[in-house]
């Protein structure tokens, strides 16, 4: 049987978009501290996880990475294009949420 791998990787793709909207979630209902601080982390963990997940999508000019690769790019860009602060909050909850499955 022959399987497709594109499909393959949509099926990876809707996991993760699922799993990164899960931790933005789960971040933001343990770290709250205001309406309008929840409303700049929601955008910071918004587009926090734009870019997570399009690190692990296949573009012509370049190959998709691992949920491995893609979290430890969020980390080395914490500081310059990521909040440190969300960075940090995201992961922990990624493990939280991931590593006991």
Known sequence: MVRNAGADQGAILSEASRESIRVL????S???HGLVHDYLR???LAR???AFIA???HRPYI???T????????RRCSGSQFDPRVVEAFE??????????
Do not use: P
């Open 48 to 50: 926090e996880c734009d």
């Open 30 to 32: 343990e770290h709250s």
């Open 55 to 57: 690190m692990m999508r």
């Open 67 to 74: 949920v491995v690769e893609a979290l430890a790019e969020l």
């Open 25 to 28: 979630q789960e971040v933001l």
């Open 42 to 44: 929601a955008a910071a």
């Open 92 to 101: 922990e909850t990624f493990h939280e949420l991931f590593d006991h499955q």
């Open 63 to 65: 190959d998709a990475i």
